[in-house]
């Protein structure tokens, strides 16, 4: 394994803009895998409820590759569950598969009424998150950088609707949008506090269901961009935005938000959007987290790898949550490419 006894500090100088000439290779989003999850002896569902065993999974993974990172929580769910909303941990899928919501709060935005918890550190699943936070830092956060991820706020609106309602209501926006958007905002501020307060490098808000490739680049400035300018100017830096999907025509909007860093997946064209930027922010991708890292093979994942460096990553990250089939294998061979 490459030497990376100075990885923790390149990669806090990095977040703060100074570049240090080594392109690290982290991630602020989830970063588990079956094997490591397999070596622990644990279940993915159980991992969640106990914070013992949440801090143990997230350090598995730099652990047995070296990856310069960990990052909790393992599921993008906790703050909609702290609103209301139902979670499945998929306890009887015949194999690990992440958390999801599987019941809506309201049939449309209209009808959605949030109740916020006066101390969220108390609510749901947070104690255990914040706990296993602390955890980590005290275990592994003099070798490695800790990450925290929230959903962004229109991400987090699409977990209280039926599939794909939300979009449906965009050809329409019910008056109380705004109103909605700007809770979810102050919730997910509050929440990324505390995930900074109990041992959080750095946070990254992943707007996947927002991304410009998803509701597009006008829906997106007029839905997302001042809600994200609202979280990013009221959170402690560092801070990533992350976004999915064909996002180099919309680069430009991702940096209006004011992030520290932009994450983006393979379908975007980094080179372009380097020149785009310019210095910056940075620019962090953008491996393909299945056809590379889960599916490929250790030539794919070094192409790749030496694709996206020369394109102008500042840093190489998967484009998106690991899938849980990554092999560590091809971690390791991620994080030896990118040395």
């Known amino acids: 394994m490459p ?85 499945d941990f998929r306890s009887s899928a015949p194999r690990a598969e992440y958390p999801i919501v599987n019941r809506p709060v309201a049939a449309s935005i209209a009808d959605l009424r949030l109740n916020v918890p006066a101390d969220l550190s108390q609510a749901g699943r947070l104690p255990i998150v914040l706990q296993a936070l602390r955890m980590l830092q005290d275990q592994i956060g003099q070798t490695v950088v800790i990450g925290a991820v929230v959903p962004g706020p229109f991400t987090l609106l699409t977990w209280f609707m039926p599939p794909g309602s939300v979009y449906t209501e965009l050809m329409h926006p019910p008056a109380n949008l705004v109103k909605v958007l700007d809770e979810l905002t102050e919730m997910l501020i509050a929440v990324a506090r505390l995930y900074r307060e109990s041992g959080a490098d750095f946070i990254t808000v992943h707007e996947m269901g927002g991304s410009p490739g998803v509701i597009g680049p006008k829906r997106f400035e007029q839905w997302c961009v001042r809600p994200l300018q609202r979280l990013f100017s009221r959170l402690p830096a560092p801070h990533v935005l992350s976004a999915c999907g064909r996002t180099t025509g919309s680069i430009g909007l991702l940096a209006q938000t004011g992030a520290n860093a932009l994450s983006v997946d393979q379908l975007n064209d980094v080179a372009q959007s380097r020149v785009t930027l310019g210095v910056e922010p940075l620019l962090f991708g953008n491996i393909d987290p299945v056809k590379i890292l889960a599916d490929g093979d250790e030539a794919m994942i070094r192409w790749a790898v030496a694709d996206a460096i020369g394109a102008g990553v500042d840093a190489v990250w998967p484009g998106c949550d690991l899938s849980l089939l990554t092999p560590i294998e091809h971690l390791r061979a991620m994080l030896i490419a990118a040395q």
Do not use: M, Q
Not at 8 to 18: E, M, T
Not at 32 to 60: C, I, M, N, P, Q
């Open 3 to 87: 030497d990376l006894s100075n990885s923790r500090d390149d990669i806090l100088a990095l977040l703060r803009g100074k570049r240090r000439g080594r392109v690290p290779c982290f991630s602020g989003l989830i970063s588990v895998t079956a094997d490591g999850l397999r070596e622990l002896g644990y279940a993915f569902s159980e991992v969640h409820h106990d914070s013992v065993k949440l801090a143990a999974a997230a350090a598995s993974t730099p652990r047995l590759t070296g990856f310069e990172s960990a990052v909790l929580p393992l599921d993008l769910c906790v703050e909609a569950e702290v609103l209301g909303a139902n979670v």
